[in-house]
């Protein structure tokens, strides 16, 4: 018979007598009750075999009552099974001995059974119940007139390891929940009779108790632990079967068999109450609802809903839920006479019933309950609002249909691969009567490395935190491991301690692979150093290498030739030849794995970003206009100021030619005086760049830059327009930074705008980009003190020869108070037919002292400024040098000389 029942995983072993019909007489835990635990010891080490082992420590000789089970008054009545039990005894030893499966009744023992087993021998008992009706106790008696160690093996009849104790029992009533319900049992093993932790289970689900196993409506769960989880249907009464399968058997006849369970699938009883007393009154203008006593209300008190005035105010309650979805709410309520009063809910900010008022009808003063079904709650924290309509309801206590409180939202998340590092293991709690932050609730969490068992104290894993009211525990974790854990929540349910036990969580701990940062594309410029601004991250096991490597590129370029150190993370690279290169890192962490990352590496030859400076536009005035102001801080000590007075204020207009057409990034350099984003709106060859203002930024007075973005020009001419919009900008220049500038001398000296004194100045010097090593340029200057006259030859100015050189002497003794022009013009060897035509610059010629002749101006260059204050601190440094009063002077004169709108200088009082 045995070798038909079923076996499942994890859970409790059975042992029973069996009836004549073969029904289990004894469950497991009766039997176990029934060993004397001084001297029987129930083990299974018998591999392949169901067969149950029992070794027994005899002390001394008589009777021991190898398994017994006594049943309690008045006795049982076990007619149904039959009149008789089978079992089915072996001694497997070497030494003989008496054995005798008893019943009782009536506190008579019948000991005509005894029969002596020899050596191997196997004897097949049939014990006779004298009253079946009134069994005091069954048993199995063994007898030995020697002390020593013996072995009894069980192999039939009373063995029995068929899946046993479902949940729910055999007909009973369920109440289907959100997401499905769990259905488990218990698993019995020959190895684990206790845990069933080796046994596979294939679980049949469905609702033709005459044809379960091969209806195709049934449904099938195959390779289960203890339990499954079902989607259920209310009004449905479904039946289910375990077939349980020993090691290596699974796939082929089932080991052991339960027997065909049933229940019924009802709607969820609400269980989740929120008192009315409880909830936030909102009064309304005129008045409010009123918290009364109630001797007969669910928790003595009750909210009433006023009928006076026109605004009556409202009361709200939290609910949170675990996910959205549709739910009852049950509203218990009275009305003092039996006219129907209406009130209206509203969720989340919603109305329900379109807005109308909810009808309660009249109870004659008697509590009710009145269903609001089809109520839609979103996952998280739910509002819900009685709001006063006609009132004159008293309310006693709301509730929901919601699904359990069980913790929910592991992580590390189910599945996830984790590193080990200072972990911390974190759930969401869920609690009845404090949804902000389920402060009620606590927890027990329970982690391991082998699957929770349900039917074991402490699932058969360690316990780590005890009703902890925290919903996160750091742990201690090891590389290679899979973890489970548990999180079981204790929540106050109506005033007692409710038990919601977790579900079962895992994770893994690997070694990750080294995580490699690179951009996507990068453009270089040829012979300029380089670097690509790799990043690497790995927390596993230490000990990092690199290897870059050159996938792909212009024909004869080797990684060699580009890279200094190619075992580096981050190595200096210079590209020699124009092109594209595809790069490659390779990483290998300390536990092997390898990381791969590319990068497209676009070489360009190296030009300076075409750069327009503001104050060079064009003014186009309104009732008021941008102005031109001094600032030293400016790129070349100038900028252009967007008015914020008047109506039309004006716009400043930018005409600069571009060596190619497309779409090009545009960043502007500008500054704000203060945090606040000041707007102006930004024309693009007379096309609006965007719909509206284009806001910059405060910056506190500092330069920075705004990313506008790309923007298409022209090939050749083009214009940019700023209109005065909210004002109050400094532009200071506008830069193309990825479209070649004009090749052109740059970088003037004296800078353009520039205050000398008049025997300040006594050369002129510029620079020229990188070139070819074919290439030369050689220059020409023109100097002098008014604009260039393009009528006159040489412009009406001074023309220096200035050859390959970059630097030439000023030609004439400078003037006080003037303005002096220069530009260059220079010619590359490579196209001595095109010269190229640099900016006109200028600067400005100062007294020498005049208005600076203070002791403040410790190098005489007729300004106080920095460099006065680095020679003033180098003299209070040094024996004799500065003193404090040089300090007083020093502060008295500092930057006191120049105009604070103009940035010009100015007379001094």
Known sequence: MWRTMLLTWMVVSVLSLSGADGQVILNDAQWQAASQADQVTLITDIPGDPGLQVDLTVTGGGTIDMLRYDYPWPYADLSEYGTTFVVELENPGDVG????????????????????????????????????????????????????????????????????DPVPADGDDLGVLVG??????????????LTGDDIVCDVYLGTDPNDLITDPDTTVFTEVGNFVVAELTEGVTYYWQVYAFEPGAYGGEPSYISERWSFNA???????????????????????????????????????????????????WNVKTQQAGLYTLTVRYKISGTDDRGDKVEINGEYLNGGNDFMYPGSNGVFMDYLIENVSLVE?????????????????????????????????????????????????????????????????????????????????????????????????????????????????????????????????????????????????????????????????????????????????????????????????????????????????DGADNISEATIDVTVIEFFRALRIEAEEGTILAGDTAPEIRRDELASEHRLMWTTWSGTNRGSFVL????????????????????????????????????????????TSGVFDDFAYGAVTLNQGHNSIEVLCAWGGISYDYIEFPFLEAPRAPYDPDPSNWEN????????LSWSFDPNSPETTVTSVVYFGDAEPDEGQTDFGMTKIEAGTA???????TLQDNATYYWFVIATESDAPNDPFQGRLWHFITIPPCEWFAWGGDLDFDCDVDNQDLYLLISGWLTEGGATLADYAEFAAHWLTCIDPVTGEPAACD
Request: with cysteine; net charge negative; hydrophobic share 35%.
């Open 380 to 588: 998280g924290v739910n509002t819900i609002r009685i709001g006063t309509s006609w009132g004159g309801i008293s309310y006693d206590y709301f509730e929901l249909n919601l699904d359990d409180l069980t913790a929910t939202k592991p992580q590390p998340t189910v599945g996830e691969v984790v590193l080990v590092d200072d972990n911390t293991l974190s759930w969401k709690k869920h609690s009845l009567f404090d949804p902000e932050n389920a402060s009620d609730v606590l927890c027990n969490v329970y982690l391991g490395t082998r699957e929770p068992n349900e039917s074991l104290e402490d699932y058969g894993i360690t316990l780590i935190a005890s009703e902890t009211p925290d919903s996160e525990t750091p742990v201690s974790l090891e590389w290679g491991q899979n973890y489970y854990w548990v999180v079981d929540s204790i929540v106050p349910v109506d005033g007692v301690d409710t038990l919601f036990p977790g579900y079962a969580w895992n994770f893994t701990t690997l070694d990750p692979a080294a995580e490699i940062t690179l951009d996507a594309s990068r453009t270089v410029k040829r012979t300029v150093s380089t670097w690509m601004g790799a990043t690497v991250t790995d927390l596993g096991v230490p000990g990092l290498s690199y290897e870059w490597s050159l996938v792909d590129g212009p024909n004869n370029v080797v990684i060699e030739d580009i890279c200094a150190d190619t075992t580096a993370l981050d190595p200096e690279f210079v590209f020699d030849v124009l092109g594209l290169h595809t790069l490659k890192l390779t990483v290998t």
């Open 97 to 164: 001995y008496n054995l005798n499966p008893f019943s009782m009744s009536g506190s008579w023992v019948w000991t005509d059974n005894w029969q002596w087993i020899g050596p191997g021998q196997t004897i097949v008992y049939t014990v006779t119940f004298n009253d079946p009706t009134l069994v005091e106790a069954v048993g199995i008696q063994f007898n030995t007139g020697t002390a020593g160690d013996y072995t009894v093996k069980i192999v039939g009849g009373v063995v029995d390891f068929a899946p046993s």
């Open 180 to 193: 499905g319900n769990r259905l488990r049992w218990t698993n019995h093993s020959v190895a684990y009779p």
């Open 655 to 698: 005409n600069f030619d571009s060596p190619e057409a497309g779409t090009f990034d545009m960043i502007i350099h500008y500054k704000v005086g203060g945090t606040g984003a000041r707007g102006d709106k930004i024309k693009i060859n007379g096309l609006p760049a965007s719909p509206g203002d284009t806001m910059f930024p405060g």
């Open 806 to 812: 970059t630097t030439v002497a000023v030609p004439e």
């Open 756 to 763: 000398v004194p008049t025997t300040g100045a006594t050369e």
């Open 266 to 316: 009802v709607e969820r009883e609400p269980r989740t109450r929120y008192q009315a007393e409880d909830a936030t009154i909102e009064p309304g203008a005129d008045t409010a609802p009123e918290l009364r006593n109630d001797a007969d209300a669910d928790g003595g008190q009750i909210v009433w809903t006023n009928w006076n005035g026109d605004s009556r105010g409202s009361f709200a």
